[in-house]
T-cell receptor, first 115, second 113 residues
Framework: EAQVTQNPRYLITVTGKKLTVTCSQN?????MSWYRQDPGLGLRQIYY???????DKGDVPEGYKVSRKEKRNFPLILESPSPNQTSLYFC??????????????FGEGSRLTVL | GENVEQHPSTLSVQEGDSAVIKCTYS??????FPWYKQELGKGPQLIID?????GEKKDQRIAVTLNKTAKHFSLHITETQPEDSAVYFCAASRSWGNTPLVFGKGTRLSVIA
């Protein structure tokens, strides 16, 4: 089954404790992206990746890191989480972005709470 | 960069009535306009999209219209059903270059049986 898988789905952590949210897709997609969803603010892009070893900042990259060492994986890293990073996070992928703009496939979301 | 405004933020309709959600965008070069539906506890899912070479597109009970001159596009849902209750997001982007998809803030649609 074609899907985007995120882990963990739920996480409660404390300020300053490094964490990683993993994202994996099995559709051989070039493009992957991370979004955060907050009430009243919609979906805001954190980072995106056009292909392996190619990552770029979105609208709200502060406090986050990403890497794209393999095509299928795009982990989101919070080196020192703070309470303002409490949010619902979505990973998404698509066949291409730009010339081949197409459907974004989203994961089920990861709800993160930073105390 | 692109800015997408979406209205209303919440919408309640009676089952069987129509629902309309409107979006405006700022970048006149944007030419790809998708709509995503997010059900409770799930990620958004594409329901329909339109490109700037057409003015309207229909898929059963949903339709999208685009007015490039006014830079706005709308989602129309006819004969609404309880399963249409969800959060809907519009988005806009250029279909060339590295410009990402920019989303509106979302509309929570409630269909009352």
């Amino acid at each position: 089954e074609a899907q985007v898988t995120q882990n963990p789905r739920y996480l409660i952590t404390v300020t300053g404790k490094k964490l990683t949210v993993t994202c994996s897709q099995n559709m051989n997609h070039e493009y992957m992206s991370w979004y955060r969803q907050d009430p009243g603010l919609g979906l805001r892009q954190i980072y995106y990746s056009m292909n392996v070893e190619a990552t770029d900042k979105g609208d709200v990259p502060e406090g986050y890191k990403v890497s794209r060492k393999e095509k299928r994986n795009f982990p989101l890293i919070l080196e020192s989480p703070s309470p303002n990073q409490t949010s619902l996070y979505f990973c998404a992928s698509s066949l291409g972005q730009g010339v081949n703009t197409g459907e974004l496939f989203f994961g089920e979301g990861s709800r993160l709470t930073v105390l | 960069g692109e800015n997408v405004e979406q209205h209303p933020s919440t919408l309640s309709v009676q089952e069987g009535d129509s629902a309309v959600i409107k979006c405006t965008y700022s970048d006149s070069a944007s030419n790809y306009f998708p709509w995503y539906k997010q059900e409770l506890g799930k990620g958004p899912q594409l329901i329909i999209d339109i490109r700037s070479n057409v003015g309207e597109k229909k898929d059963q009970r949903i339709a999208v219209t685009l007015n490039k001159t006014a830079k706005h596009f709308s989602l129309h849902i006819t004969e609404t059903q309880p399963e249409d209750s969800a959060v809907y997001f519009c988005a806009a982007s250029r279909s060339w270059g590295n410009t990402p998809l920019v989303f509106g803030k979302g509309t929570r649609l409630s269909v009352i049986a």
